[in-house]
């Protein structure tokens, strides 16, 4: 890999470790504030029996259509069919596996070399071979390049590879931008006055689905 080419794809890699970094801190926030604010939404609905009567009501009633609606389609589904689209699935999933372990193999054996436990004491680089352990066991070769670039382990990179990383920042942008437009974390960052207001479209958004 040339100099120029080498620069580019460590740029994109510092891009999207920053950009996991990011995700992967407001996905843990926003599963801690859910239960604040469905604690804050019960509180509401405590001191408004009427809206509380009326909630109750509407979600019993989802939860019994949905039950309902399963078994009806469990029932339609076929002995035969499911064990069809099981074997199905696995052979999709064989082919990929083949299709990628064999360029990652490589690259692990070198950072097991340097990262694991019965090879260093280091606590921050056997931190780094478990990161790279679930990279590899999820067949995840944008992380496998950044783990590299941390060890300084040389790397061939491919166009498509660049594909690869270059699509993994799109979704994980788009992962905080969802995130950040849900009504759970508006409801966080807002004042005591917009929670209510928030709280309130909540409520009117599951009594009108």
Known sequence: MNKIKQLEVRKLIKELNFVESDYTYKNEMVNEIEGLFINSV????????????VFDRRINQKIE?????????????????????????????????????????KLY??????THPDRTNSKKLNEIYIRA???????????????????????????KDLNLITEKISRLKEGIIFMESTLTWKWYNSDDNEKNHIMLRYIKARLEN
């Open 42 to 53: 019960n509180d509401f609905l405590d001191r408004n029996p009427e809206i509380k009567e």
């Open 65 to 105: 259509n949905i039950f309902r609606e399963r078994k009806e389609e469990i029932e339609e589904i076929s002995e035969d069919k499911l064990e069809f689209e099981i074997e199905d699935e696995i052979q999709e999933h064989e082919i990929k596996v083949d299709a990628r372990v064999t360029k990652l193999k």
């Open 109 to 114: 054996r070198e950072i097991v070399k340097l």
């Open 133 to 159: 352990t679930k990279f590899y066991d999820s067949l995840d070769i944008p992380g496998t390049y950044s783990i590299c670039d941390e060890l300084d382990i040389e790397y061939e990179i491919e166009d």
